[in-house]
């Protein structure tokens, strides 16, 4: 049986922008040779028509569990878009379902993780463009194994573990090495192994994130979080020595002279807090069943786009989105009939002040913003959302021609 491996994303680019600070010389040289050059972004045809701005960069980071089956590009699970905009001195991170129903270039419809499958970095850009209407500048495609490395490097990280994620924890796989397989309830310090077992999890529910593919990526962003925080505490050199050893896992079509610059950007924002975003927004998607009794997330894809744009791009007015473009009565389902069960529904026992960041509360800026932070960490908002698991039939009505999803590697349990 395979195991899938570890969806995390490691924010490379807050990273390297901190590393590349101190770097000099020696680190210099380090960094022309440590960087795993791919085909640029902006060799790909995605049309003129995409959202920009010239005071904004998007990077497209991609999980990738390459090798997980022989001969494909890997599962691309874990999808998000870090953004610099230098005229709001903001940095951004937006979460992509990849249970998104889209249309991939020359593929049909189908999941949104499965563009990665069929083409790359490449195709799953044209995805992203032609279903969301945004330029992409550069990307990151890592595997996450090196994640682990990263966290032994800085002595572990501190995570919190509910009662059940740690029984879960110890009674699976999850965590790979057996040894390791004693974590506890409340906060310890994880070790590279246990904290991404940890970030594996979506068989859990969990009272912070909710449960499904929700309280994964949930825990996803505290494992990210928790590692960032680690690293700034280390020298600058050590953290150079992280970094530069990082780049060897990671393809990018950033060269040396590109991160070097990025550095500059970054540092000038002088800001601690990242900003979250996740599509679909609660209150903008349904669940429901496509090809081969495929679940998915029928998006308001109106609604998303018109968040991304003042997200990303501080274009337009806030507003709810949801109210704003028909919530889910405008969900695209593409012939497919969707769930009866909602969208929105929340997980028991969750507080007021972790709860999901929904289309309703975007009444002001801060609705975007962490809730606390200091000089010395970032702290981003919990995720509070539930994935109710859909149960419809199949298409009630005829469906478009699709092509069928790359088989999934079973995870062990």
């Known amino acids: 049986m395979k195991i899938k491996q570890f969806k995390i994303i490691l924010s490379i680019f807050l990273i390297i922008g901190i ?22 972004l902006s060799s790909v045809d995605v049309g003129d028509d995409l959202l920009s701005d010239s005071d904004v960069i998007n990077i497209l980071l991609v999980g990738s569990d390459h090798g997980a089956i022989k001969g494909d590009h890997g599962r691309s699970d874990s999808i998000m878009i870090a953004t610099i905009n230098q005229d709001t001195k903001e940095l951004k991170l937006t979460s992509l379902m990849r249970d998104i129903y889209v249309e991939i270039p020359g593929h049909g419809h189908n999941k949104l993780n499965a563009a990665y499958a069929y083409g790359g970095v490449e195709l799953l850009y044209q995805t992203i463009a032609k279903n969301f209407g945004i330029k992409i500048d550069k990307y990151c495609v890592v595997d996450f194994e090196t994640f682990e490395k990263v966290i032994d490097k800085v002595g572990g990280i501190e995570i919190s573990l509910e009662e059940k ?67 700034l505490d280390q020298s600058p050199t050590k953290i150079a020595d992280i970094a530069l050893d990082a780049l060897s896992d990671v393809s990018t079509d950033m060269d040396a002279s590109y991160l070097k610059s990025l550095v500059t950007k970054v540092i000038s924002l002088g800001t601690t807090e990242i900003d979250q975003q996740r599509i679909p927004l609660e209150g903008t998607y349904v669940q429901g069943r496509a090809q081969s009794n495929m679940f998915v997330f029928f998006i308001n894809f109106d609604a998303n786009k018109a968040a991304l744009e003042y997200f990303l791009f501080n274009k337009g007015s806030e507003k709810d989105w949801a109210k704003e473009y028909g919530g889910t009565s405008n969900v695209e389902t593409f012939g497919y009939s969707r769930s009866s069960s909602s969208s929105t529904s929340s997980t028991s026992g969750t507080t007021s002040s972790t709860r999901s960041t929904s289309a309703s509360t975007y009444s002001t800026r801060r609705a975007y913003r962490s809730t606390s932070a200091t000089s010395a960490t970032r702290s981003t908002r919990s995720t509070t959302e539930r994935q109710t698991e859909a149960t419809t039939a199949p298409a009630t009505t005829a469906a478009p021609a699709t092509t069928a999803a790359p088989q999934q590697p079973e995870e062990q349990e």
Do not use: C, M, P
Not at 21 to 39: P, Q
Not at 198 to 216: E, L, M, N, P, W
């Open 19 to 40: 590393a590349a600070g101190s770097v000099l010389g020696y680190y210099d040289a380090r960094l022309e040779a440590s960087i795993n050059t791919g085909e640029s």
């Open 165 to 231: 994620e740690a029984e879960y924890l110890n009674s699976t796989n999850y965590i790979s090495k057996a040894k390791y397989r004693n974590v506890k309830a409340g906060k310890q310090i994880l070790n590279g192994n246990q904290a991404l077992g940890y970030s594996r999890i979506r068989h859990v529910v969990s009272q912070k994130y909710g449960d499904g593919d929700f309280g994964r990526t949930g825990r996803q962003r505290a494992v990210l979080q928790a590692a960032l925080n680690k690293v």
